[in-house]
């Protein structure tokens, strides 16, 4: 029997114990357990690279909005100068406090 590791309840522990019995009595009885395959060696030729230019450009149309780090401030700024060119134009002037 499986020692109960830290943090896991009891009824998680007997859960276990449960499938680590019917696993045992299932490769006792000639069954197989087929391990598959996963990271980047479980795609297929080239579906990989696919997947990872697809995700670059999404990476990069997105870096190509404003809101991508600090951007913002930049179009802030360029609304300020126009936001001073239109009170300019208008004949607005500030007056000190």
């Known amino acids: 029997m499986n020692t109960p590791m830290k943090g ?3 009824a998680k522990q ?5 499938i680590a019995k019917k696993t045992a009595e299932f490769l006792a009885q000639g069954g197989e357990i087929k391990h598959i395959p996963y990271g980047p ?3 297929p030729e080239g579906e990989l690279e696919a997947t990872a230019n697809k995700k670059k450009r999404a ?3 997105g870096q190509a909005t404003p809101g991508w780090k600090g951007q913002a401030s930049i179009v802030l700024s360029q609304n300020s100068q126009n ?4 009170r300019e134009q208008a004949g607005f002037k500030e007056t000190a406090a």
């Open 41 to 43: 060696d479980a795609y």
């Open 8 to 10: 896991i309840t009891k």
């Open 59 to 61: 990476r990069e149309r």
């Open 83 to 86: 936001s001073q060119k239109n």
């Open 14 to 18: 007997a859960a276990r114990d449960e």
